[in-house]
């Protein structure tokens, strides 16, 4: 696949502080980690919120997209489950990951990362693009539209068509939660917890999942599908928002 006019480019380092970023947004502890000769704090917040934002839904699957896989470059990011669940799934594709050294709370530690900075992510199958790894993808790519988002020391959960995806035109007009929507919601969160957990740092994932589950019951009781408006790059609930607000997880 040809190289994209608008391609941006990350350094390893960069895209590993991303990585422990979206870590830190669920974390219950401060922690650090170190990459070469470089050292990053991370915090956890002190508040979060799960947007009622959260409860729309989209997949770049529809739209036969994978404009985030070939305009951004990146580097990819797993951790040793991860790879050796790439593995079982295809060696061709796991074998694009290269270990690499971190420091996690001074404990010598490893991730494994493929960089595609210089050209599209090689998982893009350029047929009938799609990723060919779909459900082993690095966190970051899990999380486009699906935001933990800091301001100051509250983080947000949410959905929103902002940030690089501008810039691409990213076709996703959200629809209202579907079943499908919440499994892929919770899957999320759940590989999220599931890498902080590898690298010994506690979050407060259960809580939010039990959270977001007894929020999506109570909204399939009382709403249907007309009860959202579709509008420029996104669904909002019709009802007022105070009636389904966010939630607080703390
Ligand atoms: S791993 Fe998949 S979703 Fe992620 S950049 Fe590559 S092709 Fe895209
Ligand atoms: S541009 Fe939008 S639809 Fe396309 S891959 Fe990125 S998030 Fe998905």
């Known amino acids: 696949m040809e190289e994209k006019k608008f391609k941006t480019k990350y350094s390893v380092r960069d895209c590993i502080w991303k990585q422990f970023e979206y870590?830190?947004?669920?974390?219950?502890?401060?922690?650090?980690?170190?990459h070469g000769?470089?050292?990053?704090?991370?915090?956890?917040?002190?508040?979060?919120?799960?947007?009622?934002?959260?409860?729309?839904?989209y997949s770049c699957l529809d739209y036969n997209c994978t404009r985030c896989c070939?305009?951004?470059?990146?580097?990819?990011?797993?951790?040793e489950d991860e790879v050796a669940n790439l593995y079982t799934f295809?060696?061709?594709?796991?074998?694009l990951y290269v270990e690499e050294d971190i420091i996690i709370n001074e404990k010598p530690s490893k991730i494994f990362i493929y960089d595609h900075n210089n050209s599209v992510c090689g998982h893009v199958n350029s047929e009938e693009n799609y990723c060919n790894i779909y459900g082993y993808e690095p966190i970051h790519c899990v999380f486009p539209l699906m935001k933990l988002k800091r301001?100051?020391?509250t983080v947000y959960i949410t959905r929103e068509p902002y940030g690089r995806n501008w810039l691409m035109k990213c076709p996703v007009v959200f629809k209202p939660m579907t079943e499908m929507g919440f499994q892929y919601t919770t899957s999320s969160?759940?590989?999220l917890m599931d890498f902080a957990r590898e690298y010994g740092i506690p979050t407060k994932g259960e809580k939010i999942l039990t959270l977001i589950y007894d929020r999506y019951q109570e909204m399939k009781q009382m709403l249907n599908e007309s009860d959202f408006e579709e509008v420029e790059g996104?669904?909002?609930f019709k009802l007022d928002t105070k009636e389904f607000g966010g939630i607080d997880v703390d």
């Open 37 to 57: 000769k470089y050292e990053k704090y991370f915090m956890p917040p002190s508040r979060t919120i799960i947007s009622q934002n959260l409860f729309r839904q």
């Open 151 to 153: 301001v100051r020391d």
């Open 234 to 236: 996104g669904a909002h």
């Open 23 to 34: 870590v830190s947004a669920i974390s219950t502890k401060a922690f650090k980690i170190g």
């Open 70 to 79: 070939s305009y951004v470059g990146f580097v990819n990011i797993l951790n």
């Open 90 to 95: 295809s060696d061709k594709e796991a074998l």
């Open 189 to 191: 969160i759940r590989r």
